[in-house]
């Protein structure tokens, strides 16, 4: 089955860092952008940061600018999520997809496939 498992969610204050890793299962990840999505309670899933393939240009959602760092490892089919700083607001789950091309598509979720069953990341004091 092609998919991504998505680990290291967990409850942490406000202010600490969490690491989320992105791994493909079934595909390399050396041709696509690959995204962050996040969905917290009672809301839609919401576009977090996104890496293409070919240069590594980066995007991020202006709330976490400053605060999250993405990356990728194509050698290990991950896909990285460093977030610090956190914030109450930060509190949801956590998903990660591929975009059948290079360059990052927007923050369209329609534009991305092989989503995980995501990551629960809490913030709260």
């Known amino acids: 089955q092609l998919q991504f498992v998505e680990s290291g969610g967990g409850l942490v204050q406000p202010g600490g860092s969490l690491r989320l890793s992105c791994k493909s299962s079934g595909f390399t990840l050396d041709y696509k952008a690959i995204i962050w999505f996040r969905q917290a309670p009672g809301k839609g899933r919401e576009g977090v940061s996104c890496?293409?393939?070919?240069?590594?240009?980066?995007y991020y959602t202006d709330s976490v600018k400053g605060r999250f760092t993405i990356s990728r490892d194509n050698a290990k089919n991950t896909v990285y999520l460093q977030m610090d700083a956190l914030q109450a607001e930060d509190t949801a789950v956590y998903y990660c997809?591929?975009?059948?091309?290079?360059?990052?598509?927007?923050?369209?979720?329609?534009?991305?496939?092989?989503w995980g069953q995501g990551t629960q990341v809490t913030v709260s004091s």
């Open positions: 890496i293409s393939a070919a240069d590594g240009y980066v």
């Open positions: 997809a591929a975009h059948k091309y290079p360059p990052c598509a927007g923050w369209d979720l329609n534009e991305y496939d092989y």
